[in-house]
C-alpha cells in the first residue's frame, strides 16, 4: 500500500505523544513493507520566520492556499492509495482537505484530541472539564481565551473550527477515534457516527521489562495543569507528611510548570526532577517504576503513558475519566483515582506501593492487555484494515457518481 502522512509536528522543546504516535505509525508502515511518504510542516521553523511571517500565521490557520496548491501537486504526481491526516495546525491547515478533493485521493484522519469540537482541544477551562462549545459556537472559547489564556490567540481556532467544520465532515472518509469515550464525545457533538472508528494507538515493544518491585513512582509527560501536574504535587506532600511510600517521586518531562516542579523538587530525598528524557532513557524509568502515575484532569482522548507502562509490565495510577477508564482495570492492571481529587490520588499511590505481591500481580496483567490490545502487530492489522475500508469507501462514492452522470440530471430512478 502506498500512504501519504500528513502532519504538522509540534515543537520538540516539549514532549509530544502526538509527534510520537505519528513517527511510530510511519516506522510500522515502512517495517511491513509498504510505502510511505510524509508531507509535514515543522513548528520548530516558526522562530526562524521574519516578523512578518510569524506575523502571517494565524492568518493562515483557517486556510492556507500555499498548502493546497503544494499538496495537490504532490497527490496527482504520486497517486497514493490514502492520504493519513493527523495534525494540520498551525502551518498546515484544513487546505489539505481540498488537496485530497482536487486530487481524488481519500483522506483518512487521527483525532488525537477534541480539536473537532473545541477550538484548544482539551474539553477544558479553568483546570475542570468544559464542553461549552460542544454542538455549538467556539464563541465562548473566544470570550474565555481558552488557548494560551488569549482571546487573541484563540480566535484563529474558533474561525478554523466554524468555517471548515462541514468540510472535514465531509472530506474525510474515516476518522480514527483513539478511544470509545473520545468517539462518544464526539458522536453526541454531531460527527457523522458511521465514519468515527476507534482504532487504538500501539507501543512498540520496549525490549525491557521490570524485574523487581521497582524503585520510584513516575510521572512522565508534559508538566501543564491538565496533565494533573499541581494536583499530583498536593497529593505528594499529604503523603510525605504521613511518612511517604518508601520510594521517591521522579518526574520527568518539561512544560509551562517545570520552574514550579524545579523549585518544589528542590531539597527534597522524596522528589526528583529529572528533566526531559530521550526514549530510551523513558523506557528504562518506566521499568524500574513501581508504578506509572497518570492524574490528568482533562479528558484524555488516549493516555499513551498507560499503555508504555503496560508494556514493559508496570502498573498505572491514573485518572478514572476519559480514556483512562477503557485501558486501565481498575484494581487489575493498575488503580483509577476519582479524578480531581488529592486524597483520592493520595490513597491509591500508598495502596499501589504498599503490596509488592499484589503489584506484580497488576504488572503481569498489564503486559497481558499490552500483548492484547496496544502490539505493534495488533496496531498494524487494524490500522491496515481501516485503510481498506476508506478505500473501499471512497470507489463505491465513485462508482455511484459514474452511474449518476450516465443516467443524465434529468433521470429520477
Not at 67 to 83: H, I, Q, S
Not at 92 to 106: F, M, Q
Not at 353 to 359: T, V
Amino acid at each position: 500500500m502506498h500512504v501519504l502522512v500528513v502532519h504538522n509536528h509540534y515543537a520538540s522543546a516539549q514532549p509530544s505523544g502526538e509527534n510520537k504516535v505519528v513517527d511510530q505509525e510511519v516506522a510500522l508502515l515502512r517495517a511491513a513493507g509498504h510505502q510511505v511518504d510524509v508531507f509535514e510542516r515543522r513548528s520548530d521553523t516558526i522562530g526562524s520566520r521574519s516578523l512578518l511571517g510569524k506575523a502571517a500565521i494565524p492568518l493562515l490557520v483557517p486556510w492556507n492556499p500555499a498548502v493546497r496548491a503544494e499538496l495537490t501537486a504532490k497527490l496527482r504526481a504520486e497517486r497514493p492509495d490514502v492520504v493519513h491526516i493527523h495534525n494540520v495546525f498551525p502551518l498546515l491547515s484544513p487546505a489539505v482537505l481540498a488537496a485530497c478533493a482536487d486530487a481524488g485521493v481519500p483522506a483518512v484522519a487521527t483525532l488525537h484530541n477534541y480539536t473537532q469540537v473545541c477550538p484548544p482541544g482539551t474539553l477544558q477551562r479553568d483546570g475542570r472539564p468544559c464542553t461549552e462549545c460542544v454542538g455549538s459556537t467556539p464563541l465562548p472559547a473566544v470570550r474565555h481565551g481558552c488557548y494560551r489564556n488569549s482571546r487573541l490567540a484563540t480566535v484563529p481556532l474558533a474561525v478554523s473550527l466554524s468555517v471548515n467544520r462541514r468540510r472535514w465532515w465531509s472530506g474525510v472518509e474515516r476518522f480514527f477515534c483513539i478511544s470509545q469515550s473520545q468517539r462518544d464525545v464526539l458522536v453526541g457533538a454531531g460527527m457523522p457516527a458511521e465514519r468515527l472508528a476507534v482504532k487504538h494507538n500501539f507501543v512498540p515493544d520496549p525490549g525491557t521489562r521490570r524485574t523487581d518491585a521497582g524503585e520510584h513512582v513516575l510521572y512522565l509527560g508534559r508538566l501543564a495543569e491538565a496533565k494533573g501536574v499541581r494536583l499530583l504535587m498536593t497529593a505528594w506532600d499529604e503523603i510525605a507528611a504521613s511518612g511517604g511510600v518508601g520510594v521517591p517521586l521522579v518526574i520527568a518531562g518539561s512544560g509551562p510548570l517545570e520552574r514550579e516542579v524545579t523549585a518544589w523538587a528542590a531539597g527534597r530525598d522524596d522528589v526528583r526532577y529529572a528533566g526531559l528524557y530521550d526514549t530510551a532513557e523513558c523506557q528504562k524509568a518506566i521499568a524500574r517504576s513501581v508504578a506509572v502515575v497518570a492524574p490528568s484532569t482533562w479528558l484524555e482522548a488516549f493516555g499513551l503513558v498507560a499503555v508504555e507502562a503496560m508494556a514493559a509490565g508496570v502498573p498505572t495510577v491514573a485518572a478514572g475519566h476519559g480514556a483512562f477508564v477503557e485501558l486501565v482495570e481498575d484494581g487489575t492492571t493498575g488503580l483509577l483515582h476519582r479524578p480531581n481529587e488529592t486524597a483520592s490520588l493520595a490513597s491509591c499511590l500508598r495502596r499501589i506501593a504498599a503490596d509488592p505481591d499484589r503489584n506484580r500481580e497488576m504488572g503481569r496483567a498489564a503486559r497481558r492487555r499490552y500483548e492484547q490490545d496496544f502490539s505493534p502487530a495488533v496496531g498494524l492489522e487494524r490500522l491496515l484494515e481501516e485503510y481498506r475500508t476508506a478505500i473501499a469507501g471512497r470507489s463505491a462514492k465513485a462508482r455511484g457518481g459514474d452511474i449518476r452522470a450516465s443516467r443524465g440530471d434529468g433521470d429520477k430512478r
